[in-house]
Structures are given as structure tokens and as C-alpha cells.
């Protein structure tokens, strides 16, 4: 079946600019995540959904990153204002759960947005 | 808090050499720990993982065993491709129960036929 989808692949965007970036997960999956990727690091975490609570935004770098998931299914990444230390591929991944005090469940990774901020 | 630690890349390798990728942790407790691979231009997938203290984890060829005393879980595999070439990850999960991954920085490894 489909993977994890992440729409643009990439984005270009003037510093002040709004953007958004999309995240289809596997169909079924109840948990979503966000993930910042900076050149040459790895994937940090953003925020956390279940269905379509936010359980964990605590990886947001400011109050201009913005998450939702309306539906418990796609979700959106909202950056207002951009700034040029914004310019990093974010990650989205799925999973079927995950809860405190199971076992980890496997996350399946998206392509990523690039997103670059002149 | 909890992190990892990896060797810097890149590794730059012939086909068929002998692969060794370090990672060491810090962690409370004794965490499940996970090797990641990033394919170019592909999302992270899950390589292997090991859930308790000498276990080893194992999929396509490549190793790694969970060394409590050393506080380490070493990537390795026996003879590399050049299919190989990726970017690998070392993780370990937080200790607040939500079992969200903490990555290491990554460690490129480039296979020359």
C-alpha cells in the first residue's frame, strides 16, 4: 500500500513569508509526528498526534510553527513569518500507536519537505 | 536527558569491505535502542532494533548487539554494497513514555565499487 506522502517536496520562500506543508499518513495509522531536519543533523522532534489530539508540541522552536490535524488523518505544518534559520527538511511520520507503557511501535517516515528561506 | 552519540561520516568504503558504525548512549534505565537508514531522497526507515541488553538486532546482512556495559550499539555488517550508501541513524527512545525517538546526527556512508 501507499507510504507516508509529504506535499511540497520542496519550498522556496521569501524570510516573512507563511508556509505550509502537508503530510498524508498510512491510511489506519493513529499517531503522527513532526520532525525537524537541519543539514548534516538528525530528525528533532516537533509535536505528536493522536487521531487528532496534539498530545506533545513541546519540540516547537517558537509560536510561529503551528500543527493540526482536524480530521485524526492528514495534517498541516504552518510556519508564519519565516525566518531564514527556519530552512530545513521536516519530516512527517505514522504509526499504528503509540502510548505510554506499550512497546514502541515502528514509525514509517515521508519523504520530507526541503524548505529553503532567502 | 537521554541522547546518542555517533561516529562522524563520511565512511567512505570499497565494495565488499567490513562496515563499522559506532554509537554509544546515554539513557536512563535500559531503553529498546534502533538503527534508521536514509536512502537519497527517501524518509527514514527502521533498519533493526534491539530491546534489551545483549540482544542483537539483525536485517539485510547488517548487525548490531546491545552492550549494556559499554553503554553502546554498534552497526556493523560483514561485506558492503554500494546499495549500501545511505545515511544511518542510531536512536534510542525518550524516557517520558511516549516512546518518541531521540536520533543521533547521522552517519553517511559511501560504498565505491
Known amino acids: 500500500g501507499a507510504g507516508v506522502s509529504q506535499s511540497p517536496r520542496y519550498k522556496v520562500a521569501k524570510r516573512g513569508q507563511d508556509v505550509a506543508l502537508r503530510c498524508d499518513p498510512i491510511s489506519g495509522h493513529v499517531s503522527l509526528f513532526w520532525y525537524q531536519q537541519a543539514l548534516g543533523q538528525g530528525p528533532e522532534f516537533l509535536t505528536y498526534?493522536?487521531?487528532?489530539?496534539?498530545?506533545?508540541k513541546s519540540g516547537l522552536p517558537s509560536d510561529r510553527f503551528f500543527a493540526e490535524r482536524p480530521e485524526g488523518s492528514v495534517s498541516t505544518l504552518k510556519i508564519q513569518r519565516t525566518q531564514q534559520e527556519d530552512s530545513a527538511v521536516y519530516l512527517c511520520?505514522?504509526?499504528?500507536?503509540?502510548?505510554?507503557?506499550?512497546?514502541?511501535?515502528?514509525?514509517?517516515f515521508g519523504p520530507g519537505t526541503r524548505l529553503t528561506v532567502l | 536527558g537521554d541522547s546518542v552519540t555517533q561516529m562522524e561520516g563520511p565512511v567512505t568504503l570499497s565494495e565488499e569491505a567490513f562496515l563499522t558504525i559506532n554509537c554509544t548512549y546515554t539513557?536512563?534505565?535500559?531503553?529498546?535502542l534502533f538503527w534508521y537508514v536514509q536512502y537519497p531522497g527517501e524518509g527514514l526507515q527502521l533498519l533493526l532494533k534491539?530491546?534489551?541488553?545483549?540482544d542483537k538486532g539483525s536485517n539485510k546482512g547488517f548487525e548490531a548487539t546491545y552492550r549494556k556495559e559499554t553503554t553502546s550499539f554498534h552497526l556493523e555488517k560483514g561485506s558492503v554494497q554500494v546499495s549500501d550508501s545511505a545515511v544511518y541513524f542510531c536512536?534510542?527512545?525518550?524516557?517520558?513514555?511516549?516512546?518518541?525517538?531521540?536520533f543521533g546526527r547521522g552517519t553517511s556512508l559511501i560504498v565505491h565499487p
Open positions: 498526534f493522536q487521531n487528532e489530539a496534539q498530545l506533545d
Open positions: 511520520a505514522s504509526s499504528l500507536a503509540v502510548f505510554a507503557g506499550a512497546s514502541y511501535n515502528e514509525q514509517f
Open positions: 536512536a534510542l527512545p525518550s524516557s517520558g513514555g511516549s516512546y518518541i525517538p531521540t
Open positions: 534491539a530491546t534489551k541488553a545483549d
Open positions: 539513557a536512563t534505565g535500559y531503553p529498546s
